[in-house]
């Protein structure tokens, strides 16, 4: 789908960091560190997409790092494995809660994205939790979107 031109400089910025936000950020996994009140970094692999030169991600609307991204927007972002381990350069970013309405939409494009991993890996993952004592119920889910704030080029 093709966007529209409508002449604004936002508009040219954005298709410009597109592909390289795309190139930049391969792969399933993206390590999103958000900050302590004390400003120590906590790092936490998730399954990402993205769209519009922006990283978009669903959590749990009742995780720490929600609650660390409500006080303090400004995130790191890295490319990594299912286990963490870094794959390429930090990069400085700005995440932003999305509109419920929006949240029908990123949800469609995690499970285009990751169709097989949400039949064979989400289920193992549930009841990894489940034994560890967490609650049975599904947990309420937001919608984050991460606009790298420098150029993909450092």
Known sequence: ???????????????????AVE?????????????????TGVATPVWFVTENGRLLITTDAQSFKVKRI?????VMITPCTASGRMRGH????????LSGSEMDHVDA?????????????LPLYRL?????????????????????????ST
């Open 1 to 19: 789908m093709q966007s529209q031109k409508t002449g604004n400089a936002t508009d040219r910025t954005a298709s410009a960091e597109q592909p």
């Open 23 to 39: 190139a930049l950020f391969r792969g399933k996994y993206l390590s999103l560190t958000s900050y302590k009140r004390d400003g």
């Open 70 to 74: 409500r006080r303090n927007p400004s």
């Open 90 to 97: 930090p990069v400085p970013g700005r995440a932003e809660f």
């Open 109 to 121: 494009l995690m499970a285009r994205k990751y169709r097989a991993d949400k039949i064979l890996i």
């Open 128 to 152: 990894v939790q489940r034994l560890r004592g967490a609650s049975t119920g599904r947990p309420a889910n937001v919608a984050l979107a991460i606009t790298p704030t420098s150029s993909a």
